[in-house]
């Protein structure tokens, strides 16, 4: 304990500025004599080898678990590395409407204009969008600022249901900003909304002015353009596509906008392997509720937007533009590869009418809340197989475990070896199989599958002389 | 130079995931002492503390990639014992083979003859973590076959042209003793064919080994250059074609021990896996072999998979997956023949990994096995209510030193001679205290044994038994398979040979089959030939398992002591034992059908 205590002590100091004080002075000595001396302070070497540890553990836990979590990935190396490329945090406002400098302008070398230039122009071109606003610190913060700039109080904002896969971040700000919400209505059967009930709803309530998809239990693609023409004209449609971003920009999945949507957003660390930020791309560059949705994302929720990720973000989005076609098709062969094994295993696979998934997702259900975060924390967890557990839609209140393919895609696995985990995680969800009995079947199915050659990843870029250039000036 | 080490230090670079981990507590990481000696093993280290417990992290890491956990040992004396079982109680939860590594400052604290297997003490000075380590992997890659299935390093000369196959159909007999090659060369001479001649691993440990001293691995490698050998003494003295195939080898190190012995042929058997699984083992195995210019078998299909002459045959669908995703020169298939197959070899080494640990700690008094008894009875006097300042209490933790410091086996030095001192001059009431002390210690002695025995059981259970009725062969089966075959350059193998009939075997070669397989049928053969010969009863009521083996084997061993000399005069036995694997076995393969009826063994 006490060289953890000295470790957090040496991080006060740094907080109260004796670090800085220290190492101010001449540059010259700073670089020869300060070094040194920091070399020779025990408690700093503590300090490094405990991160050191903790980061030995967790790339070992990446390295031997098989992550079926729908809401994880595994970003390339330049995407890692680039996210300290910026030396320090600066601001950068850059709404994604014209504006003049005022209070929220701060000087810049002009490469922060530079990388936002590049960033929101692959993000206009991913998702057939006029506008990419690229500064939501997250999914959450996304879709939060499109409630809060498109409804007042008194009006209404529907949205899917918790038990039909909503997302958690709307209903309590809405209910203390005054804006009533309501469910989408759904055919269980078919998970699909339906669409005339949808049309009844938003005639008798005109108070409605938003209708977000905002699915994050996500197994199909819903009528959108239906969707669409049911709603009247001033009712704003956004589609989160968090979970199903690549699957969108890699054109397996049809572009929200194109199919009426006013506006698609959604985070970038699910399909999108990309750094744990978020965007909002308006189809209309003069829609009327682009600034009020920009402002509220920044500056009224968060003032800084994380600069140092703009780089990062548009690497991951890159690696979409390169190779989304093939990854987002693997990802739906995999995902069917998933299901289609978990179903002949005998589990019980959520969606058999409609071929079990049409996206990244697979729904397992086990059976009560209890059972189902066993399985997940416990037996799978041991067994080294990453999953999470969820209400299963259309399952009658039955729990079980929401399984993503995308982090294995980009492993390298394809159907095959999607049978295999599916045999693997039959074996504890079905047959209660012996959690250190399947862990080596585990390590010996993910050792082809190193983690340092991601597929459909810049990663066999990085030995590349250009890299060797990037990289020299990111740890200049 | 790499991108990243343009402008990271090489430290940062080096990969390590293919090095184990070690978990070790905080204070000893920070004990300057200590901190070498473990620095200098080169592990990937996670460092353990209130907020991160080694259980914890243990939980997250696989079981099989922690070497060893190192931990402080707080107390000393018999509190130490008692604390070190608990922790190791903790710690090894979930993987038995756990290392397990006490930090004392003074060696006097805890006996390292006191812990059990892969537990030891580091103390300052220490110069053998390196051997623990080496210990710690050795067993572990002997336990879990998930570590030996690595991909194999390929040796770097690539090989230069495929070896060529065989046309007809080629008999291979199984060797269960060296002595059995004579008659095999012998056949091959005489018919002026090639005869193969097959073993397995764990033939060549059970049947064949001088010794498994230097680990089962070691001795499978010397049983294959000593047959190697004997093979080309045979083919040079006889001018026969004998050839040497390695049969049921589910892993690469047995590949390459039989390919760098010059092994003609292999299987890779990844048959007992799932057919993605097989597909990926057999692929890194050919890759192995094809640095060798041995020709490659491989097997689809369930053959057996419990062991138990299961019927289920390959389905065509897999063999075709299976040949259009490997690239083979032979494909071993079921077709609904009995065979009997011995992945015991991976049990076995299991099972010779656990004799090994208990041998090693079951030396002299085994003062482990005392060490353990002293902690369960302080515990008993404990749950009794005796307060721990009690003198029952003292007495044992006495004992306990004494019987380390003694540290003698013979009666007068060891825990014996402390028991019958202490026997002497404790009071009559605490004398029942000695006695329950030696109970509980020669019963941990006993048990240890009873393991012992009992792994031994399972090792030489595998032995298949002879069937003594035809299996019906699918023919349309085998149609459908050589015809998956026809023009790819490959051909069928049909193991299980001794179960069909003489008309079945016959039509093989019509068929297309490019060798069969025989082997329990065979060695059946062989023991009655050489009982005609020199007559003994194996057959005892009362021997099995253990007892059957080591009976066979002492027969075999002196009735075939001088086999080797025996090249230019063979004993009688063995030419009655040639003209029945022509007649039954290699003359059915030329295509000629019995004369006697259909059903009886000749």
Same mark, same amino acid.
């Given at each position: 304990?006490?060289?953890?205590?000295?470790?957090?002590?040496?991080?006060?100091?740094?907080?109260?500025?004796?670090?800085?004080?220290?190492?101010?002075?001449?540059?010259?000595?700073?670089?020869?004599? !300060?070094?040194?001396?920091?070399?020779?302070?025990?408690?700093?070497?503590?300090?490094?080898?405990?991160?050191?540890?903790?980061?030995?553990?967790?790339?070992?836990?990446?390295?031997?678990?098989?992550?079926?979590?729908?809401?994880?990935?595994?970003?390339?190396?330049?995407?890692?590395?680039?996210?300290?490329?910026?030396?320090?945090?600066?601001?950068?406002?850059?709404?994604?409407?014209?504006?003049?400098?005022?209070?929220?302008?701060?000087?810049?070398?002009?490469?922060?204009?530079?990388?936002?230039?590049?960033?929101?122009?692959?993000?206009?071109?991913?998702?057939?969008?006029?506008?990419? !606003?690229?500064?939501?610190?997250?999914?959450?913060?996304?879709?939060?600022?499109?409630?809060?700039?498109?409804?007042?109080?008194?009006?209404?904002?529907?949205?899917?249901?918790?038990?039909? @896969?909503?997302?958690?971040?709307?209903?309590?700000?809405?209910?203390?900003?005054?804006?009533?919400?309501?469910?989408?209505?759904?055919?269980?059967?078919? =998970? =699909?909304?339906?669409?005339?009930?949808?049309?009844?709803?938003?005639?008798?309530?005109?108070?409605?002015?938003?209708?977000?998809?905002?699915?994050?239990?996500?197994?199909?693609?819903?009528?959108?353009?239906?969707?669409?023409?049911?709603?009247?004209?001033?009712?704003?449609?956004?589609?989160?596509?968090?979970? !199903?971003?690549?699957?969108?920009?890699?054109?397996?999945?049809?572009?929200?906008?194109?199919?009426?949507?006013?506006?698609?957003?959604?985070? *970038?660390?699910?399909?999108?392997?990309?750094?744990?930020?978020?965007?909002?791309?308006?189809?209309?560059?003069?829609?009327?509720?682009?600034?009020?949705?920009?402002?509220?994302?920044?500056?009224?929720?968060?003032?800084?937007?994380?600069?140092?990720?703009?780089?990062?973000?548009?690497?991951?989005?890159?690696?979409?533009?390169?190779?989304?076609?093939?990854?987002?098709?693997?990802?739906?062969?995999?995902?069917?590869?998933?299901?289609?094994?978990?179903?002949?295993?005998?589990?019980?696979?959520?969606?058999?009418?409609? @071929?079990?998934?049409?996206?990244?997702?697979?729904?397992?259900?086990?059976?009560?809340?209890?059972?189902?975060?066993?399985?997940?924390?416990?037996?799978?967890?041991?067994?080294?197989?990453?999953?999470?557990?969820?209400?299963?839609?259309?399952?009658?209140? =039955?729990?079980?475990?929401?399984?993503?393919?995308?982090?294995? *895609?980009?492993? @390298?696995?394809?159907?095959?070896?999607?049978?295999?985990?599916?045999?693997?995680? /039959?074996?504890?969800?079905?047959?209660?199989?012996?959690?250190?009995?399947?862990?080596?079947?585990?390590?010996?199915?993910?050792?082809?599958?190193?983690?340092?050659?991601?597929?459909?990843?810049?990663?066999?870029?990085?030995?590349?002389?250009? /890299?060797?250039?990037?990289?020299?000036?990111?740890?200049? | 130079?790499?991108?990243?080490?343009?402008?990271?230090?090489?430290?940062?670079?080096?990969?390590?995931?293919?090095?184990?981990?070690?978990? %070790?507590?905080?204070?000893?990481?920070?004990?300057?002492?200590?901190?070498?000696?473990?620095?200098?093993?080169?592990?990937?280290?996670? %460092?353990?503390?209130?907020?991160?417990?080694?259980?914890?992290?243990?939980?997250?890491?696989?079981?099989?990639?922690?070497?060893?956990?190192?931990?402080?040992?707080?107390?000393?004396?018999?509190?130490?014992?008692?604390?070190?079982?608990?922790?190791?109680? #903790?710690?090894?939860?979930?993987?038995?083979?756990?290392?397990?590594?006490?930090?004392?400052?003074?060696?006097?604290?805890?006996?390292?003859?006191?812990?059990?297997?892969?537990?030891?003490?580091?103390?300052?000075?220490?110069?053998?973590?390196?051997?623990?380590?080496?210990?710690?992997?050795?067993?572990?890659?002997?336990?879990?076959?998930?570590?030996?299935?690595?991909?194999?390093?390929?040796? #770097?000369?690539?090989?230069?042209?495929?070896?060529?196959?065989?046309?007809?159909?080629?008999?291979?007999?199984?060797?269960?003793?060296?002595?059995?090659?004579?008659?095999?060369?012998?056949?091959?001479?005489?018919?002026? &064919?090639?005869? +193969?001649?097959?073993?397995?691993?764990?033939?060549?440990?059970?049947?064949?080994?001088?010794?498994?001293?230097?680990?089962?691995?070691?001795?499978?490698?010397?049983?294959?250059?000593?047959?190697?050998?004997?093979?080309? $003494?045979?083919?040079?003295?006889?001018?026969?074609?004998?050839?040497?195939?390695?049969?049921?080898?589910?892993?690469?190190?047995?590949?390459?021990?039989?390919?760098? #012995?010059?092994?003609?042929?292999?299987?890779?058997?990844?048959?007992?896996?799932?057919?993605?699984?097989?597909?990926?083992?057999?692929?890194?195995?050919?890759?192995?072999?094809?640095?060798?210019?041995?020709?490659?078998?491989?097997?689809?299909?369930? %053959?057996?998979?419990?062991?138990? $002459?299961?019927?289920?045959?390959?389905?065509?669908?897999?063999?075709?997956?299976?040949?259009?995703?490997?690239?083979?020169?032979?494909?071993?298939?079921?077709?609904?023949?009995?065979?009997?197959?011995?992945?015991?070899?991976?049990?076995?080494?299991?099972?010779?990994?656990? %004799?090994?640990?208990?041998?090693?700690?079951?030396?002299?008094?085994?003062?482990?096995?005392? #060490?353990?008894?002293?902690? &369960?009875?302080?515990?008993?006097?404990?749950?009794?209510?005796?307060?721990?300042?009690?003198?029952?209490? &003292?007495?044992?933790?006495?004992?306990?030193?004494?019987?380390?410091?003694?540290?003698?086996?013979?009666?007068?030095?060891?825990?014996?001679?402390?028991?019958?001192?202490?026997?002497?001059?404790?009071?009559?009431?605490?004398?029942?205290?000695?006695?329950?002390?030696?109970?509980?210690?020669?019963?941990?002695?006993?048990?240890?044994?009873?393991?012992?025995?009992?792994?031994?059981?399972?090792?030489?259970?595998?032995?298949?038994?002879?069937?003594?009725? +035809?299996?019906?062969?699918?023919?349309?089966?085998?149609?459908?398979?050589?015809?998956?075959?026809?023009?790819?350059?490959?051909?069928?193998?049909?193991?299980?040979?001794?179960?069909?009939?003489?008309?079945?075997?016959?039509?093989?070669?019509?068929?297309?089959?490019?060798?069969?397989?025989?082997?329990?049928?065979?060695?059946?053969? +062989?023991?009655?030939?050489?009982?005609?010969?020199?007559?003994?009863?194996?057959?005892?009521?009362?021997?099995?398992?253990?007892?059957?083996?080591?009976?066979?084997?002492?027969?075999?061993?002196?009735?075939?002591?001088?086999?080797?000399?025996?090249?230019?005069?063979?004993?009688?036995?063995?030419?009655?034992?040639?003209?029945?694997?022509?007649?039954?076995?290699?003359?059915?393969?030329?295509?000629?059908?019995?004369?006697?009826?259909?059903?009886?063994?000749?």
């Amino acid at each position: 304990m006490r060289v953890v205590e000295e470790a957090e002590e040496i991080i006060e100091e740094a907080a109260r500025g004796d670090v800085e004080e220290a190492s101010s002075g001449d540059v010259g000595e700073a670089a020869s004599g !300060d070094v040194a001396e920091a070399w020779s302070d025990g408690r700093v070497e503590q300090l490094l080898e405990r991160l050191a540890s903790d980061f030995v553990l967790d790339n070992s836990y990446r390295e031997q678990h098989l992550s079926l979590t729908a809401s994880e990935n595994y970003p390339s190396k330049l995407v890692r590395m680039l996210g300290s490329g910026l030396q320090g945090g600066f601001y950068e406002f850059a709404p994604p409407y014209p504006t003049e400098p005022g209070e929220w302008a701060f000087p810049d070398s002009g490469a922060n204009a530079s990388l936002v230039g590049k960033l929101t122009g692959i993000g206009r071109q991913l998702f057939e969008a006029a506008t990419f !606003d690229w500064r939501p610190n997250g999914g959450s913060v996304a879709e939060q600022a499109v409630l809060l700039g498109t409804c007042g109080r008194g009006d209404g904002f529907v949205h899917f249901a918790h038990k039909d @896969g909503g997302h958690f971040a709307l209903e309590s700000l809405a209910a203390a900003a005054g804006v009533n919400t309501y469910h989408l209505p759904m055919v269980d059967r078919t =998970l =699909l909304i339906d669409v005339d009930r949808l049309a009844t709803l938003v005639a008798e309530h005109p108070e409605i002015k938003l209708v977000i998809l905002d699915q994050s239990f996500k197994l199909r693609w819903q009528p959108l353009a239906q969707i669409r023409a049911a709603l009247p004209e001033g009712v704003f449609l956004a589609y989160d596509a968090s979970h !199903d971003g690549a699957l969108i920009a890699g054109g397996v999945l049809p572009q929200p906008t194109l199919l009426g949507a006013d506006a698609v957003h959604g985070n *970038t660390h699910k399909t999108i392997a990309g750094p744990q930020k978020a965007y909002i791309a308006f189809r209309d560059a003069d829609h009327p509720k682009l600034r009020p949705v920009s402002d509220w994302v920044c500056p009224q929720m968060q003032s800084n937007s994380h600069a140092e990720l703009i780089a990062p973000m548009y690497v991951a989005l890159s690696e979409v533009a390169l190779h989304g076609h093939d990854y987002a098709r693997q990802i739906l062969a995999n995902a069917a590869a998933l299901a289609g094994g978990l179903h002949e295993e005998g589990v019980r696979v959520s969606g058999e009418s409609f @071929g079990f998934t049409e996206t990244h997702q697979v729904h397992v259900v086990t059976g009560s809340a209890n059972d189902a975060l066993r399985l997940s924390l416990g037996d799978l967890a041991l067994a080294g197989i990453r999953t999470t557990n969820i209400e299963v839609p259309g399952a009658n209140g =039955l729990h079980g475990l929401r399984l993503g393919v995308q982090a294995m *895609t980009r492993r @390298g696995l394809r159907e095959a070896e999607m049978r295999e985990v599916a045999r693997l995680v /039959a074996r504890v969800v079905l047959r209660r199989a012996e959690p250190a009995a399947v862990r080596a079947e585990v390590a010996d199915l993910l050792q082809h599958f190193p983690l340092d050659r991601l597929a459909f990843s810049f990663d066999s870029y990085v030995d590349s002389p250009a /890299a060797a250039r990037l990289l020299g000036e990111v740890f200049r | 130079m790499s991108a990243l080490s343009a402008v990271l230090p090489g430290a940062a670079l080096r990969r390590r995931t293919d090095a184990p981990h070690a978990v %070790i507590s905080a204070e000893v990481w920070h004990t300057e002492w200590a901190r070498p000696l473990l620095e200098e093993l080169g592990l990937r280290t996670v %460092i353990a503390d209130e907020r991160l417990t080694a259980e914890r992290v243990l939980d997250t890491l696989a079981a099989q990639s922690v070497a060893f956990v190192c931990e402080e040992l707080p107390v000393s004396g018999l509190a130490a014992l008692t604390w070190v079982a608990r922790r190791i109680e #903790a710690l090894r939860r979930d993987d038995p083979l756990l290392g397990v590594v006490f930090m004392v400052e003074d060696p006097r604290a805890l006996d390292p003859r006191a812990l059990g297997p892969l537990v030891r003490t580091l103390t300052p000075g220490d110069t053998d973590l390196p051997a623990f380590l080496e210990e710690v992997r050795r067993v572990r890659r002997e336990v879990h076959w998930e570590l030996r299935n690595r991909r194999p390093e390929l040796p #770097a000369a690539p090989a230069g042209t495929r070896p060529e196959r065989w046309s007809g159909t080629v008999p291979n007999f199984n060797v269960k003793h060296p002595s059995m090659l004579l008659p095999y060369a012998l056949l091959s001479a005489r018919t002026g &064919r090639d005869v +193969y001649c097959e073993i397995s691993p764990q033939e060549a440990l059970l049947f064949v080994a001088d010794s498994g001293g230097r680990g089962p691995l070691a001795a499978v490698a010397e049983v294959f250059r000593t047959l190697q050998r004997d093979v080309d $003494r045979l083919n040079s003295a006889l001018g026969s074609r004998l050839r040497l195939h390695l049969d049921h080898a589910d892993d690469y190190e047995v590949v390459r021990a039989a390919c760098e #012995a010059g092994f003609d042929s292999v299987m890779v058997d990844g048959s007992g896996r799932t057919l993605h699984q097989n597909v990926l083992f057999t692929n890194a195995a050919t890759e192995l072999a094809r640095r060798y210019d041995v020709l490659v078998e491989g097997e689809i299909g369930c %053959i057996d998979s419990a062991g138990l $002459r299961k019927w289920s045959k390959t389905t065509t669908g897999d063999f075709t997956r299976f040949v259009a995703d490997t690239d083979l020169d032979f494909v071993g298939a079921h077709i609904g023949q009995f065979h009997s197959f011995d992945y015991g070899f991976a049990a076995t080494r299991r099972s010779l990994a656990e %004799i090994g640990l208990l041998d090693d700690r079951a030396v002299g008094d085994d003062l482990h096995a005392f #060490a353990e008894a002293c902690a &369960r009875v302080e515990g008993a006097l404990t749950d009794a209510g005796l307060p721990a300042y009690s003198a029952e209490h &003292r007495l044992v933790a006495a004992l306990a030193r004494q019987a380390m410091e003694a540290g003698g086996a013979d009666a007068d030095t060891g825990v014996d001679g402390v028991l019958r001192a202490a026997r002497a001059r404790v009071p009559v009431f605490q004398r029942p205290l000695l006695d329950v002390l030696e109970k509980e210690w020669l019963e941990r002695r006993l048990a240890k044994s009873r393991r012992k025995a009992e792994l031994w059981d399972g090792v030489f259970a595998t032995e298949p038994a002879r069937e003594h009725r +035809y299996a019906a062969i699918d023919h349309g089966l085998v149609r459908a398979l050589t015809g998956v075959l026809r023009g790819t350059g490959r051909g069928l193998v049909v193991h299980g040979g001794s179960s069909l009939s003489r008309v079945d075997l016959a039509t093989l070669p019509a068929h297309g089959v490019a060798r069969v397989n025989f082997g329990s049928g065979v060695y059946a053969d +062989y023991l009655e030939a050489l009982r005609a010969h020199l007559p003994v009863d194996l057959k005892s009521p009362s021997s099995d398992g253990t007892w059957k083996h080591v009976r066979r084997m002492s027969y075999l061993a002196e009735a075939t002591r001088d086999w080797r000399s025996w090249t230019d005069a063979p004993p009688s036995f063995v030419d009655t034992f040639v003209s029945r694997l022509e007649r039954c076995y290699a003359a059915p393969l030329r295509g000629r059908t019995p004369a006697e009826p259909v059903g009886g063994r000749s």
